[in-house]
Structures are given as structure tokens and as C-alpha cells.
DNA sequence: GCTATCCTACTACATCTGTAGGAGAAGTCA
DNA sequence: TGACTTCTCCTACAGATGTAGTAGGATAGC
């Protein structure tokens, strides 16, 4: 009973994210957080989430004055990866490229983003030596 | 009780993805299919996801000969991009970016991928007038 | 000290999902 | 026609997840 697994629902993720964006905080500050946005949600139930994201090892808490402050233990790329690894196994067979090119396609891109990628595809280039295999 | 709705679970698109691969068929086609793939899985379990799915409008069946012919009703294409959208709104919220970015850092695009990327940029760079904002 | 407030701990429950068994209809083969 | 085989239909169940109520301890203001 002492330990979860598995993966994070949907408002375990909600509710870590507000920790990463908001730093440590307390079901109070979460709840509060969770309400601006627009989410309702009770009390009772932010607690349940954060005891379960606890439980899963990817919170910790300890006691600050009366209440628990919950602290992210795991950031948010290293979430972001393994979410994006399962999207890839799953629907792309772990390759990233047509993930990227039907990204680029879709145009969702900024002016500046672009120009990032094409320094990152200049820099590639630079060390492989032009196009080559990927082996 | 005649619908389901929400989303598609891990098995249930293991299935639809049989589906995409192979084409139509039976209970027993698919399972032939996962258990060739090592997925130990009873036949009765592939009926079930197979009648969710149905139930759930992914596919469609019709009785021919003794049994019910499965075809997925939903592009691979289409799902992939429900999958793609809701993971790009819970981790980045909605930005494809910042994602495309940490792909291409990754470095696991092959030469040939780098390659049409570079064509998409220089497409978008002729349309925009190079680096632009991105309104 | 009392009372309102806030917090934690425990419990509960519905739905979704993965997994599968059993009953019974239908077709196949000897 | 009787024994298999193969299907469908229905039922079941456990674990994950979202959501929340209740009980009871601690605190703070009056």
C-alpha cells in the first residue's frame, strides 16, 4: 500500500504542474492556483492528488508550521520525456523524425523557433558532414 | 450504455494499430497479429477491446461468413494528432516549438530527416520573408 | 476557555481500462 | 448425428484514477 507506480493521470499532471510553476506550496496554495484557472475542484481532492503524487515519488512534502508543503521532485522535462518517449513507441515506433516533420508542417512554429532549428540543423550538419546515415 | 466516449487505453490502440497495419479482420486475425508480436493475450480479451472500440466509433464490423470483420474507421493519421495535440496542451501548453526543438536536440533524426527539414525551413523562410514575427 | 477555521487521515465510490471465463449458437468433419 | 471447433454475448473483476465527504486534531481570535 505504501507505494504507487505507474504512470501520471491527467490531474496528477495538472496539479504537479502548478508545483513547477509555482514552487513548492501547500493543498491550500495548489487549490488556490487550481481555482484561478478556472478548475473546480475540492479541497479534498488536490490533497488525494498530492498524497498520491507522493506516493509515486514524484513530490515530497514536509510538515511547515500546520500544514504539509509539497515540493516537485521530478522537474518537468524529465516528465515531458518520458511522455514523449510513450508518444513515440506508441503511435511512431520510437522515431522522432515524423514527429517533428508533421510538427514543422503544421506551421505552429514562431519566426524564432525556426531560426533555432535552423542553427541546431546547421550544427548537425557541421559534425556529421552534411546529410548521412543515422547509424 | 450504448456509447463509450473518452479516449483510447494503451490496449485499445494496440489493437487499432493492427488494424491500421493489416487491414481489415477477426478477433482472431488480430490476435494472431499480437500473439506474433509476443503479446500474450487471450481471444476474448481482443473481442472485448475490439467491441470497445466499436463502441466507441474507432471501428466498424460486419458479419461476414461466421464471423465479424473489424475496420478502423479513424485514420492512423487523425489519431495520432488528437495524441500529439493533447500532449503538446498538457506539457507545453499547446506550443509545438518548444517540442520540435527538444526532438532535434536529441539527435535522432536520421540524415534524411534533417535533410527535408532543412527543405520545410527554406520553404517557410521563402514564404514569411526569412525570420519573422509569428502572428 | 470557546468557537470558528484549517489541516490531515481515512474512507468511499463511480468510471475507465485491461484481462478473461463461461454459456450457448453455429458450423465442420467423420 | 455426434464430437469438435469457433464465434458471439454476457458477466466479472482488479487496479488506476478522479472526485469528494467525514472525523477529529490543531490553531487562532475573542
Sequence with gaps: ???RQYDLGD??????KVLWDEGPGT???VLSKLHDAGRRVAYTT????LTRLEQKRFVTSNKTGLAYVYRARVSRDRVTRTRLESLLSQLYDGAAGP???????SERLTGEEIE??????????RDTGDAGSNI
Tied chains: 1, 2.
Design 27 to 29: 493543498v491550500r496554495d
Design 11 to 16: 490531474a496528477e499532471l495538472e496539479v504537479l
Design 46 to 49: 488536490v490533497q488525494t492528488l
Design 1 to 3: 500500500m505504501a507505494d
Design 99 to 105: 514527429l517533428v516533420l508533421q510538427l514543422v508542417r
Design 116 to 125: 533555432e532549428l535552423q542553427r541546431l540543423i546547421e550544427h548537425y550538419e
